[in-house]
């Protein structure tokens, strides 16, 4: 190694002696050069650079080595690999583990931002050639003779290669192979030296090396690789269905050469090849006749052949050729099948359905099948069809069929139908079904019984509604021992299909086993129809359909509600697939909602779409338990009252409907005690006044001593003389009910308040005299009237009015007041033409009127007694009022009463009336 250095040194130095006396330029090399100049470097290996700065350079530049650093492939290379040996030469020294090429600079630092890269080479990295190995040589008869071996790695170099052969020793023809071919080279015919030894091997050759491989020695008609042969025709052999004879054309070869072949065949579209046995056609021929294949069926076959020698090479495979061995008798039985559909009893449609035969069973072509069916009679059916339908009644039938070719007829299939009323045998147990390599595998377990099965039917339909199939029903039978199998056909991903498996003994069927499956599934088409069954205040029931059949394309694993309000956080809850209702709880209260249910398969699931809802201000019974109560409040309260209205209905009447008497049936009787007729009773308004007429009213009254108001000895005196006087008028009575008028006072219409009012009331009279000018001055009026009102009609509303405003208010009476009958005078005594009428002279009324008669023509009463009924009461104080008409008005007051009788109260006050009618006065 420090031979290997010094010498380096040295190797440096005199390049640098050199590089001096070396003419300058504007190029690169001007600035510095780098040795060695493109070096080719094995990899893995060290290579060592040195750059040297031309004087020039370095004076003008002002620079030195100590300013060089170094770069391969853009990366620049530690200091550490660095040295510089003088002010102009920096040595690198590094390991290249990468092959190919590489660019090495060398660059001067000038300062900071400036850099400049003085010189550069491509170093060439790569691997030396390996030996080749396995060289082999064949020779295509009359056509070439190619020779082929391993080159081993790739150099990553430029590689060249030759190919030596040598017949004699000594003599060797070289042949050197194209650019970019390293691992054969062929001799063309006629170049070929048949029956002669040569000798052989490859050469290969780069920049870090060169190799050869072994020698091998062969004569070129050893090794012959023929040309495959042709096949020529295959044809069928009379009376043999299973065997076929097979004719070729053998390739050209010297004659000299043996040959042996391979036979292959197999059913056009099979995948696996069967061998005719190689020992029998280990000799030279040109056809071979083919035996134990199956009838009808069109067989492949390929030949191929090589040289007897065990070392030698086999042609190439033949074309393929078709070859149809003939027709034979079936020897399968058809798969027979049935559906039962119960019509009106006691008939049921029975829909016989069955298969082809397999080619393998079939033997041909089939023509027609025989269908029998027996019951109570036989049934013989021919039919090309692969179905047939027929009524029959409830018994067991049995049902059997042949099929058959050109040939003969296959063996015979047997259905047994069991009757509606026989048992079913036993069924298979733990059925399964599951997808396996794109296909629906179905197993079971054999069924637990003494009897033999002779076979199984799957049967399976798509499922669109409530696991019932609308569609096609497709079936395959299976043989006994087989316990899973795929179905065939008629199945697609996405769909759901209901398996059903019968176990057949000796052709009757057992009970069914079902199972509901999917080849492939995939989340729901469509989520779930969301509806709102019940919203209440702190609780929701949610409904929804169930996703069709077609649109789940998978089981439905669970569904999931998803329930937010406003802002918050979305709550799931996760229900059992069965389910299609349920109850949200814990809401609150007249809040918004949003809910969505999402239905899941074992691939995901799908949403409905959202439902908005909300919550109720009242639970369910709340609104009831505030109404209720108070309607029944309100109905106790109506009760209530009720009761007590009834239980008061004579103070309700007495002052809501008063017992009003019909007016048309008053009684008034007017009488004269001169002329001694009596007036109508009821008088029209048309009726003529008597304007001469003296008419005296009496009103009355009972009202209710004021104990507050005591009456003085003198008012005790006038009524204990009234009383006197009242006992002694009896010669004045009317004859009208055996008193006077002015006698004692009639009782009221109701005898019960007349009797409950006595010891509580006093009588008071009022008296009313209207005389009229004429009559009373000249004391002779033209007929002398005293009318008695025997109605108890009160004073109507309109005729109190009109009355006041005639006569004005002349008294009033307390709420104790009762109503009594009218009196009137019924006696007055006439006086004579020339006698002037004196007040004393005037009828007697109960009571005695003392006054004077003023220049108006009106009266001035004094006093009047007026009786008493067991009670006290005060004498009235008797007014003189003038009135309209030529009349005298007096009025009475009641003394000592005033305060106690009410306004709001009317009575029959005393008021002047015209001749034969009454006006009412309101109080």
Known sequence: MFLQRAWWLVLTHVS???????????????????????????????????????????????????????????????????????????????????????????????????????????????????????????????????CSWDPGKDTYLPTDYYFHSSIIRGNNDLHKLPAGVNNSYTILYPSINYYVMSTIWVKANNSLGDVKSDQIQMDPINVIKPNPPEITSIEQVPGMSTVLHVIWKNPVLPLIFPLKYNLRYKIVHAKDW??????????????????????????????????????????NWSSEKIGMTPESVPTGRPHIWSTIQNLQYPNRRIHIMWKELDKSDANGIILEYQLKIKQKNSLKINTTDLEYSIVLSQLGCEISLIASNSVGSSPEATLIIPGTWETELPPVFNVNAYPQDARLMVEWEPPKSTNVVSSYIIEWCEVFTNDLCRGPLYWQQEQKTVKKTFLKDHIMPFKRY????????????????????????????????VHLKHVGKKEVELMWKEIPVN???????????????????????????????????????????????????????????????????????????????????????????????FKNRHLIKTYVWPNVPDPANSKIVDWSSRNGNLTKNNLGPKDPMNLDGFISDVTIIEAEADD???????????????????????????????SSCMSSP???????????AQNTTSTVQYSTVLVSDNGYKRQQPSAQVFSRSESTQPLLENEEISDEHSYGNF???????????????????????????????????????MGDIDEGGSHRLGQMEVSNQNSEGSCPAIEE??????????KLDLLGFSRCLETDQQSYMPQGVKHNSYMPQSK
């Open 274 to 315: 069967t061998q005719v046995p190689p020992e029998d056609t280990k000799s030279f021929r040109n056809s071979f006749v083919v035996q134990k294949l199956m009838p009808f069926n069109a067989y492949n076959f390929i030949i191929r052949c090589s040289q007897v020698n065990d070392n030698s090479y086999w042609s």
């Open 551 to 645: 649109e789940q394309r998978g089981f439905i694993t669970h569904y999931t509600i998803f329930y937010k309000s406003g802002n918050s956080n979305e709550s799931s809850i996760v229900v059992k697939p069965e389910q299609q209702e349920f109850v949200l709880k814990s809401l609150k209260g007249n809040t918004l909602y949003v809910v969505r249910v999402m239905a899941s398969t074992v691939k995901g699931g799908t949403n409905s779409s959202e439902v908005n809802f909300t919550t109720s201000n009242f639970e369910k019974g709340e609104i009831e338990a505030i109404v209720v109560p108070i309607c029944l409040c309100f109905l106790l309260i109506t009760m209530v009252v009720t009761l007590l209205c």
């Open 16 to 146: 640098m002696q050199i590089t001096v006396c070396l003419p300058t330029g504007n190029s690169v090399q001007d600035y510095a050069y780098i040795i060695p100049e493109s070096p080719v470097i094995q990899n893995g290996s060290q290579i060592e650079a040195s750059c040297i700065l031309t004087d020039t350079y370095a004076k003008e530049s002002g620079v030195n080595a100590d300013q060089i650093f170094w770069t391969l492939k853009g990366n620049r290379i530690p200091k550490d690999n660095v040295i510089t040996v003088n002010k102009t030469v920096s040595n690198v020294t590094l390991t290249i583990s990468t092959v190919g090429l590489g660019l090495l600079t060398c660059n001067v630092q000038h300062n900071e931002d400036q850099v400049s890269t003085v010189f550069g080479i491509q170093v060439k990295t790569g691997l030396p050639p390996e030996k080749p190995k396995n060289l082999t040589c064949i020779s295509y008869y009359n056509q070439n003779w190619t």
């Open 881 to 890: 009022f003038s009135s309209n008409d030529n009349q005298t008005v007096v």
């Open 708 to 738: 507050k108001y005591s009456s003085n000895e003198d008012e005790i005196k006038q009524l204990s003389s009234l009383k006197k006087e009242k006992s002694t008028s009896g010669e004045h009575s009317s004859g009208i009910g055996g």
């Open 811 to 849: 008294g009033s009476s307390s709420t104790e007041v009762k109503r009594q009958y009218f009196k009137q005078n019924c006696q007055i005594k006439e006086p004579s033409l020339n006698e002037e009428p004196s007040l004393n002279e005037l009828p007697s009324i109960e009571g005695e009127v």
């Open 746 to 756: 009639r009782q009221s219409v109701s005898d019960s308040d007349s009797e409950s």
């Open 498 to 529: 209901r398996i059903a498996i019968y176990a057949l003994y000796s052709g009757r069927p057992g009970a069914p086993r079902s199972k509901l499956a999917y080849l492939q599934q995939e989340r729901p088409v469509n989520g779930p129809s």
